[in-house]
């Protein structure tokens, strides 16, 4: 067995977090006493009835007084998904489809402002199907939406032939990653192993390198995508005509895998903070990485899809027509809004990326001024 290096222990998990950690260290023990980081991260996040998206714990919310962890755009404000459903009614048009789905719907905030927004345009008709794995979200999405009836409906895993537009907010981003660690002459692939009451990052050889030639800095510890990049390639297989959007925080590769960018991107979100230790408590904190947008295009071209634009989550939001649903607002709701397009807000660090099926001629108005897609 190689040699390997163990450091950063956290104790035992807080408030009601035991069984999950003992599910974990279960899982370490199976797995030869090391668990690499995408399965820890895992079962931390998903593992039913115990990971932090299985349980009852509150995420979603705009403060840390009603028990929240963070907030996203659609619960920011609902002008986040009315401006969508334009571009959302431009491809549902094009491609002669009348349904919606989308993946991680969190609180259900995001499927009801798009359905207003595409009922005000005259598309009170359209479907919209949320595949939802945790069972405590989908209960509290079914609570929200259950004034749109039969037109929104729940599956557990991919439908196997979709038509019309995919959505995802902040769905990437939580989806497993494997940690890498470059000690200046060889990268090690860090996992988790067990450490008195806790858990231990601990590394060892491997053959894993980050898709990006580097320079690299020692003790740079960086991310790689295999299973969101593997998820974009399975929607290629699923859409049989339409297009998908995914709106997240994260960099062309070249950004991602900078230089001076040596402690990764792996983050923690609890009560509206954030921190860097993904191992203390696991199961009652969010745990993220920005995404590798370079990475997902090509996932997804290699599988069959076209790539039609990437841009900023704000100059997306206006080529939609955000700011006349600015003009039309309250003072409040409007600067709740404002948060979406701001620079320093969510304006700059969110990306929008689009696919479509190949032969779906158009031109999306999401990406009509400010197209990235040279940086990638």
Request: glycine share 10%.
């Amino acid at each position: 067995m190689p040699a390997r290096e163990a450091f950063s222990v956290s104790g035992a998990p807080h408030g009601g977090g035991d069984a999950l950690l003992a599910r974990i260290r279960t899982a370490i023990a199976e797995a030869g006493g090391w668990l690499p980081f995408d399965r820890y991260m895992a079962l931390a996040l998903y593992e039913p009835g115990l990971g932090y998206y299985a349980n009852a714990r509150v995420k979603l919310g705009r403060m840390p007084a009603d028990g929240s962890d963070f907030v996203t755009a659609p619960e920011l404000s609902p002008l986040f998904g009315r401006a969508l459903a334009a571009q959302v009614a431009q491809v549902l048009e094009r491609a002669d489809a009348d349904e919606v789905f989308e993946f991680g719907a969190g609180s259900g905030a995001l499927a009801e402002s798009v359905l207003d927004g595409l009922a005000a345009m005259g598309h009170a008709f359209a479907r919209y199907t949320i595949i939802e794995v945790s069972a405590e979200l989908r209960a509290r999405q079914q609570a929200r939406l259950a004034r749109f009836g039969e037109r929104v409906q729940w599956a557990e895993r991919w439908p196997e032939q979709m038509r019309g537009v995919v959505l995802g907010n902040e769905v990437l981003d939580a989806m497993p990653v494997q940690l890498l660690h470059f000690d200046g002459a060889q990268w090690q692939e860090r996992g988790v192993a067990c450490r008195g009451d806790g858990l231990a990052f601990e590394d060892r050889p491997t053959g894993l390198r980050p898709p990006h030639e580097g320079p690299f800095l020692p003790g740079t510890v960086t991310e790689i995508h295999a299973q969101a990049e593997a998820f974009v390639a399975s929607l290629a297989g699923h859409l049989a005509e339409g297009a998908a959007f995914f709106i997240d925080y994260g960099f062309p590769e070249a950004e991602y895998y900078h230089p001076q960018r040596v402690g990764g991107t792996l983050m923690c979100h609890r009560a509206h903070l954030s921190d860097a230790d993904p191992l203390e408590d696991p199961g009652q904190k969010d745990i993220t990485a920005h995404v590798n947008f370079t990475g997902i295009a090509i996932a997804a071209q290699d599988a069959g899809l076209d790539v039609i634009g990437y841009t900023s989550q704000a100059r997306f939001l206006i080529n939609c027509g955000i700011a006349p649903l600015l003009e039309a607002a309250d003072l409040r709701e409007r600067a709740m809004a404002q948060k979406l397009i701001t620079e320093h807000e969510m304006g700059e660090l969110f990306k929008v990326i689009g696919f479509a099926t190949p032969g779906l001629a158009f031109e999306p108005i999401g990406f009509a001024e400010g197209d990235r897609l040279h940086r990638l």
